[in-house]
């Protein structure tokens, strides 16, 4: 059984940073992908950004590109989103994913384990 357990959500200015975490826990991640989403009032999930957990390859939206950041430390099992330069357009609620095959790093259907999420406000 995987589990996902996010944290680091909070309340930030906008032009603040937050860095938000994944722990990850029930099985081997060397072979999975791993993903951020996000889903803000009345919208739909989107993709933020994902990472081989293996090779490390990152991929970006092309809305955070520049000012987002996924990384993992293997040792602890964990995912880390560093966020900078944050604006009132990332308030969302921002879920860790996870998958063992991927046919689209970006389709949140491809992601067989979710976290429970972590609310992020940016106020202007």
């Known amino acids: 059984q995987v589990q996902l357990a996010e944290s680091g959500g909070g309340l930030v200015q906008a032009g603040g940073s937050l860095r938000l975490s994944c722990v990850a826990s029930?099985?081997?991640?060397?072979?999975?992908?791993m993903g951020w989403f996000r889903q803000g009032p009345g919208k739909e999930r989107e993709f933020v950004a994902a990472?081989?957990?293996?090779?490390?390859?990152?991929y970006y939206a092309d809305s955070v590109k520049g000012r987002f950041t996924i990384s993992r430390d293997g040792a602890k099992n964990t995912l880390f989103l560093q966020m900078n330069s944050l604006n009132s357009q990332d308030t969302a609620v921002y879920y860790c994913?996870?998958?063992?095959?991927?046919?689209?790093?970006?389709?949140?259907?491809?992601?067989?384990?979710w976290g429970q999420g972590t609310q992020v406000t940016v106020s202007s």
């Open positions: 990472i081989s957990w293996s090779i490390g390859i990152t």
């Open positions: 029930g099985r081997t991640f060397s072979r999975y992908h």
């Open positions: 994913a996870a998958a063992g095959i991927v046919s689209s790093y970006s389709d949140p259907t491809s992601y067989d384990h």
